[in-house]
């Protein structure tokens, strides 16, 4: 943050006309000289640089940070690119971690928030669907803002124990928690081997809660609530029977973070939001492109791709478009339904091996370098399949000439 500052003081044009107002400017102002720099004949850059950098970038308080909010694509030079990106990565990071907690009902995820909070601010009972809404608590931890959100319990199909359909609302609400926090704590009850056999410890609705939470891009903690009620003796062979289960049902997301813990007497809630903060630096981390791509070359060396149809795929190119989750960008010399699923899993497990993201769930959005022939007639059904394979590939097949052929390239000298 001090090399933010740093640089924000030193690379930041200012204003070099005399005639600037020494005084803060009104909205209206404000709302103009915007309008002037966005331009496209840009006559406030004419005019003056400094004062159209000042405008766009956040220089004071009285500034507005208008480039901070901006799209990628809008931007107009990779300098500024670079700069604004870096900025906005910041304010993201200052920002507050959204946290929720989510589980079956009466698997202790009030008792988990209070324990952290260390004052009664969820409402905790033993009966069944106490927590009807979800409530947000701001807390710090490590001087780092989060806000904690409690769910209520669901079971299956997103439902709420009950009989009337009033009830149906929590689960939905419970959904809507999942989609607009960071992370998720799915709680889960450790007594319940008592009841039913350890397989059920975790059970399957609480894995494929798991599963939805990976499936919806959020990074996923598992903390096994009410290990001190598990006898001493009994722990170690519950504890390997526990992971042992979860490691085979997230075996597309390896290295999920796991933890024992105990909302009645504390136990290992200091090393779950560690591993949290952990995962959420994972979660939002940016991979250089350069070294991705000499990665990869080494490794498809060493697991090379394998053939179809007479041909031997293999990924040219990959980059890094998005974090929160890592979201990364293949060019291979075949179509997204021909690379094998299982080769993909294997590239992707070995990424996080390599880059140290264990328990981030990433994403691959595979394009073809193929392209038409350029002197086959292509019937309507060949230009549905290649406006699938990508932009590229779907903006040649719109221009077909008469003969249902892809029009010649014009030579420009």
């Known amino acids: 943050e001090e090399g933010g500052e740093e640089l924000r003081g030193e690379q930041i044009p200012v204003p070099t006309l005399p005639w600037m107002p020494a005084k803060p400017l009104t909205e209206e102002q404000r709302r103009s000289l915007r309008w002037y720099a966005n331009h496209p004949a840009d006559p406030l850059g004419s005019l003056d640089m400094g004062l159209k950098a000042s405008v766009l970038h956040k220089v004071s308080e009285n500034t507005p940070n208008f480039w901070l909010g901006v799209r990628q694509r809008s931007l107009p030079s990779k300098e500024v690119r670079d700069y604004v990106m870096q900025f906005r990565r910041l304010e993201d990071w200052e920002k507050p971690l959204r946290l929720c907690v989510i589980g079956l009902p009466n698997s202790g995820k009030s008792s988990v928030i209070n324990a952290l909070l260390q ?13 009807m809404d979800a409530i947000v608590s701001s807390w710090s931890f490590k001087d780092h803002r989060v806000k904690l959100i409690d ?37 889960i009850d450790a007594t319940r081997y008592r009841h039913m056999t ?22 996923l903690v598992i903390a096994i609530n009410k290990w001190d009620i598990v006898e001493e003796e009994e722990q170690p062979k519950h504890r390997t029977a526990i992971l042992d ?20 007497y504390g136990l290992n809630l200091s090393a779950l939001m560690t591993r949290a903060l952990a995962l ?12 991705l791509n000499s990665w990869l070359q080494a490794w498809m060396l060493r697991w090379p791709p394998p053939w179809r149809h007479g041909q031997k795929m293999s990924v040219k190119y990959v980059t890094q478009t998005r974090a929160r989750p890592p979201t990364f960008v293949l060019w291979t010399n075949t179509t997204a339904g021909e690379m094998p699923g299982s080769y993909m899993r294997q590239l992707q497990n070995a990424m996080r091996e390599e880059f140290r993201i264990g328990g981030v769930p ?52």
């Open 151 to 187: 769910t209520c319990g669901v079971y299956k199909g997103w439902q709420y124990p009950g009989t009337y359909s009033d009830f149906l609302e929590p689960g939905m609400g419970t959904r809507k928690a999942i989609r607009r926090s960071h992370l998720a704590v799915l709680c």
């Open 362 to 413: 990433i994403r691959f959005v595979l394009r073809s370098t193929l392209m038409p022939k350029p002197r086959k007639r292509l019937s309507r059904r060949d230009v549905l399949r290649w406006k699938r394979v990508g932009p590229k590939q779907a903006r040649a097949v719109m221009r077909l000439n008469s003969k249902r052929m892809l029009r010649r390239a014009r030579q420009t000298d």
């Open 119 to 131: 004052e009664e601010r969820c409402i905790v009972d033993d009966a069944e669907g106490t927590t």
């Open 280 to 291: 959420h630096r994972r979660w939002s981390a940016r991979l250089p492109t350069s070294k």
């Open 198 to 219: 350890h397989w059920s410890c975790p059970s399957q609705f609480e894995l494929n809660l798991g599963r939805y939470v990976v499936d919806e891009g959020k990074g």
């Open 245 to 264: 289960r979860i490691a085979s049902a997230f075996h597309q997301v390896r290295g999920v973070p796991v933890v024992f813990v105990s909302a009645k």
